[in-house]
């Protein structure tokens, strides 16, 4: 009988790596727009909300337009 503190050893099967990452390296390593898409969804779906705050922050007297 072992003891609790009596490892077994085991051997290890050898497995062939085949390096396959090349499709995902990117040829330039611009991040500048990764969530633009997130941050222009949240912004479409708070607009309404924006304007209202704006609104009565503001008052009616000032124009909200959109800023590049």
Known sequence: MRSEH???????????YV???DRFILPHRNFQRQYAHIY???LWAL?????AAV??????????????
Request: with cysteine; charged share 35%; net charge positive.
């Open 40 to 42: 222009a969804a949240r």
């Open 6 to 16: 009596e490892w077994r050893l085991f051997d290890r099967l050898q497995s062939n």
């Open 47 to 51: 607009r309404p909300k924006l304007h």
């Open 55 to 68: 609104q009565r922050q503001f008052g009616p007297e000032v124009s909200i337009c959109r800023c590049l």
């Open 19 to 21: 390096d396959k990452n």
